[in-house]
């Protein structure tokens, strides 16, 4: 189908625009009232969990790791100070303990060095005691004897308080709670650490802990996502102050911007959709970027036609027949590569992807129906016939032509001589970004993905450089059908196997000697040491069924509480911990699964699973390069399906995906050489580029169709497309990178590789578009002639 027959269903459009814009602006008017409303039911989801879509197995596995030892999620406080043990330090982390699990929701046990329960060798055999039961002592030897008895238990030393007695924890451990809940753990828990009450020269305190760290994250996520939105609103305007330098022009895209975006997120309010915070941003820019291009596109071809006719009415309905079309069909490839985020399997990208989608036509309603109604309002200009027939008939130009216009027709022209090398250049450039797409790593670091200059991950890099620093850790749950399966001291040893293959792991921590892997055999070796006299050598599980069982029963009866935590009433199920120095993608997927090799080696009579926030990391780093390549070529393929379709021609459909796909390619060479690993957030880039991207493509392929079908000559149409919307191209482009340019000052790492990436992505494909464009409609010549 011809330009031309779409451009007239879009005058007929434009007239009745004018015609009836009482009753648009009317229409208008209610929608956005109701998503006003609908705002007041705003939801935020500052929750990770939508990330992370477990599969049936693992989930099945941490509800019964949940349902049987009450979870592993805990707030944990690391106490440094010269000597954990003085007597105001003791005291801190008493009051410390006792506001925790009295303040913070569904707190369930409190481990610290003032309230944990020790085995303890008598004539009798052995207590299980709390060393600061009745208090700090005042007198300095006793406290010395204290500390001395503490640091003396090898289950103890380096897992709860370091060696050198200078760092100790203060552990929460928290029942079981549905994420969803939104409940206020983390903040309730921060409150307390930060809290003026415990701002002391003798000691520091250093929350962590997923609910804590979420907390934090949080904080600076809304506090820098509003200030991002707020930059970008008052860029939106510097935008339009300099392109469009008049007031209606200036208001009319701003209440469309506004009111696209208070829609959207009102009616999904309405519809109870969560709204994710950490996202939010993204597609609150992305709208007022988009909805300015769009606005720039009708101010400016309806400027062309105003300026040479000086009817303004007539004017309005041009300008919406010559670019309807083009930016109705923007508008869907845009929409088409947001919706590919929905195909790869993580919530919380499924959401950017609708939100996002739904922005942008929302923004484009408002566009195509408020621009063209406001600017129709006013008086006709008086204009020199004769002085613009002069310079018409001296341009070769319908229109009038300003010395921009002029300038970018000569580029044009330019294009069309050097074609040959230009095609030599883009394709060098292209070959040479290839090989850093296949550096391009994948790793779901935390860290690395927020950045080291926030202040919280600066405390959190120093908590792992810590002696008993921890961030990550996962557990190995190991289950027998039969009963009373670890009162032999058969599987009970077989811990000691499995934890020493596990210290093997790639990112398992140590410190000093120890590695930091814990199970109930801490328990039943420091028991079998009491009753022999504290002699190191009886730290081992003993080999006698009888005497095992005896040393569990005596550990329940003398008051021990911390078996439960470890295993079973029926001494079916157990399971151990396993402490990590760190995270990165490929090594720790090398230690699951080495993990549950050697599980299945050591019990395989037993079912073995792998539980924790690392399972999901693991799993989502599959993820994220299977969502990448599905998220991008399905944009890639709806795309050029619907440019094929468009334009009634294979070959200029495949022609206008040629200069997209470089600068996809020079985005993946430059995370490639730059090291900028794929993650959570940097995933969204290339198919979000490219379905921008595409957008000029579209704009300058169908200008040339139409040019082409009214002069029958390529150089001609394309000396006409440079210079009637050169200037609107590079215009909408500059505005989209400034628009993204505000996440370019933001201390969150992700937010600012999405905008410079981005910027990066942009400004190649307008330089492709300039140049790859153009030279290939040129020399491959895919119009057909009109007979």
């Not at 007239?8 to 929608?31: C, M, P, S």
């Not at 792998?610 to 299977?626: F, P, R, T």
């Not at 191209?729 to 992700?750: Q, R």
Request: aromatic share 10%; net charge negative.
């Amino acid at each position: 189908m011809s330009v031309e027959k779409f451009n007239d269903w879009f005058r007929k459009f434009g007239e009745i625009q004018i015609r009836h814009r009482t009753v648009f602006i009317i229409a208008l008017a209610i929608i956005t009232f109701v998503g006003a409303v609908g705002l007041t039911k705003f939801q935020a989801d500052n929750s990770d969990d939508g990330w992370f879509e477990d599969s049936d197995e693992i989930k099945r596995n941490q509800n019964k790791f949940d349902q049987i030892f009450g979870g592993d999620d805990a707030i944990m406080v690391l106490v440094e100070a010269e000597d954990v043990f003085k007597p105001e330090v003791l005291d801190a982390i008493d009051r410390l303990g006792k506001r925790l699990l009295a303040e913070v929701p569904y707190a369930n046990e409190l481990t610290s060095i003032m309230n944990m329960s020790i085995s303890k060798g008598t004539e009798d055999g052995f207590e299980v005691i709390n060393p600061f039961e009745d208090g700090v002592p005042t007198d300095s030897a006793e406290l010395k004897e204290k500390r001395d008895f503490i640091l003396s238990r090898r289950s103890l030393v380096n897992n709860l308080v370091s060696d050198d007695g200078r760092e100790t924890w203060v552990i929460l451990s928290l029942n079981h709670y549905a994420s969803e809940e939104q409940v206020p753990i983390g903040q309730a828990a921060l409150s307390i650490v930060k809290a003026d009450e415990f701002k002391s020269d003798e000691y520091t305190l250093k929350g962590i802990g997923r609910a804590y760290t979420e907390a934090e994250e949080n904080e600076v996520i809304n506090k820098e996502c509003a200030k991002r939105i707020i930059i970008g609103f008052f860029v939106m305007i510097l935008c339009l102050l300099l392109f469009v330098r008049s007031l209606r022009g200036l208001i009319v895209p701003i209440i469309a911007t506004v009111g696209g975006i208070v829609t959207v997120i009102g009616y999904s309010s309405l519809f109870g959709i969560k709204s994710n915070i950490t996202m939010l941003a993204l597609p609150v820019i992305l709208g007022m970027a988009l909805s300015v291009g769009y606005s720039i596109h009708y101010i400016n071809e309806f400027r062309l036609h105003f300026r040479t006719t000086g009817k303004r009415v007539d004017s309005v309905i041009k300008a919406v027949q010559e670019t309807g079309w083009p930016i109705l069909f923007t508008v869907i490839t845009t929409m088409a590569s947001m919706i590919s985020f929905m195909t790869v399997g993580i919530g919380e990208l499924k959401w950017v992807g609708g939100i996002c989608a739904s922005i942008v036509f929302a923004t484009y309603l408002y566009v195509i129906i408020l621009i063209p109604v406001f600017m129709s309002f006013g008086k006709d200009r008086k204009i020199d016939r004769k002085a613009v027939e002069e310079i018409q008939a001296k341009q070769k130009a319908e229109y009038v032509p300003t010395k921009a216009d002029l300038f970018f027709e000569n580029m044009g022209l330019w294009v069309a001589r050097k074609r040959w090398w230009i095609i030599g250049v883009g394709t060098a450039i292209v070959i040479a970004s290839i090989p850093g797409c296949f550096k391009m790593g994948v790793n779901m670091d935390y860290m690395q993905m927020m950045g080291r200059k926030i202040p919280y991950i600066k405390e959190l890099q120093s908590i792992l450089d810590a002696k008993l620093g921890s961030q990550y850790s996962y557990n190995l749950m190991i289950e027998f059908p039969e009963e009373d399966a670890f009162k032999n001291p058969e599987n009970m040893k077989k811990l000691d196997l499995l934890e020493a293959y596990l210290s093997k792991g790639n990112l398992t921590r140590w410190t000093g000697d120890e590695p930091r892997i814990t199970s109930v055999t801490d328990i039943v070796k420091e028991v079998n040491c009491c009753l022999n006299a504290d002699d190191p050598a009886f730290y081992i599980v003993p080999d006698d069924q009888e005497l095992l069982t005896q040393e569990l029963f005596l550990y329940e009866i003398s008051g021990g509480d911390n078996l439960s935590r470890w295993l079973t009433s029926d001494y079916s199920t157990t399971y151990i911990h396993i402490e990590l120095n760190g995270y990165d993608a490929n090594k720790i997927v090398e230690d699951i699964n080495n993990a549950k090799k050697w599980a299945k080696d050591v019990y395989p009579e037993a079912k073995t699973s792998i539980i924790g926030e690392v399972i999901n990391y693991a799993v989502m780093n599959e993820k994220l390069v299977k969502g990448e390549l599905k998220s991008f070529m399905f944009s890639f393929i709806i795309i050029a399906v619907l440019m094929i379709v468009a334009f009634s021609s294979i070959t200029t459909g495949l022609i206008g995906m040629i200069p997209n796909l470089a600068p996809v390619v020079f985005i993946g060479a430059v995370m490639g050489y730059f090291k900028m690993d794929l993650d959570m957030m940097t995933m969204t880039i290339m198919p979000m580029v490219l379905g921008i991207a595409v957008d000029d493509t579209i704009h300058f392929t169908n200008r040339c169709k139409l040019e082409f079908e009214r002069t029958g000559s390529y150089k001609e149409s394309l000396k006409i497309s440079f210079r009637e919307i050169g200037k609107t191209l590079g215009m909408t482009t500059f505005i989209l990178c400034a628009m993204f340019s505000v996440f370019l000052g933001c201390p969150v790492a992700c937010l600012f590789r999405i905008g410079l990436l981005t910027i990066v992505g942009l400004g190649s494909a307008l330089l492709a578009d300039y140049t790859l464009t153009p030279v290939l409609i040129y020399v491959t010549k895919p119009f057909k002639e009109k007979k």
